[in-house]
């Protein structure tokens, strides 16, 4: 039996899939490579922090240091200004990996720990992401993109994300308060 030709729908969600990866890939090659200058973004305050937060967690699985900037900046500011805002950027960031997963392409790999993932995920869905986010480790990407591959509703993932990312955010920027205010601002 012949396949039926896609209908015009199916022909713009695949093209839509495969420009959010497209997105996704180039967003996370550019932070990379500019991953010394999410840093230059702290000078700008509050709003400084959100972007370089937001910066630091939208690259897919290249590492950007987000929550050095989050101590830093914690000795400088109100630690809970600090948490609000790398936690909210950290949470937008994070919007790439769910789109990359939304976008029904591979990205990670079939790995025990992937399959031990998607075991929790359609079990505890939100909980998942809520404790992912709060524990810190390169392996949130792998979450975000499950999530999305899932079709997590966006709100529901955005909510427990930015839960779990402020949380993480206020310790390190309390470790940074304290930090700073033993030793002199960082």
């Not at 920027?173 to 304290?178: E, H, K, P, Q, S």
């Amino acid at each position: 039996m012949p396949n039926p030709s896609p209908t015009p729908e199916q022909k713009n969600k695949s093209i839509l899939r495969i420009l959010a990866l497209a997105f996704v890939i180039v967003l996370s090659v550019v932070l990379f490579i500019n991953r010394d200058h999410v840093k230059d973004l702290e000078g700008f305050g509050y709003p400084g922090i959100f972007l370089a937060s937001m910066l630091a967690n939208a690259s897919l699985v290249l590492p950007v240091p987000g929550v050095l900037i989050t101590t830093a900046m914690g000795a400088v500011f109100n630690p809970i200004g600090v948490a609000v805002s790398a936690g909210l950027g950290a949470t937008v960031g994070e919007l790439s990996g769910y789109l990359a997963g939304l976008s029904g392409q591979r990205v990670m790999q079939k790995a025990a720990f992937y399959k031990r993932l998607e075991n929790w995920m359609r079990k505890y869905g939100e909980i998942t992401i809520l404790v992912m986010a709060f524990v810190p480790n390169p392996l949130f990407d792998v979450a975000g993109v499950m999530a999305g591959g899932l079709k997590m509703p966006v709100a529901r993932f955005m909510i427990f994300c930015a839960i779990g990312k402020t949380l993480k955010m206020l310790l390190f920027a309390y470790g940074g308060f304290l930090l700073g205010s033993r030793f002199g601002t960082l």
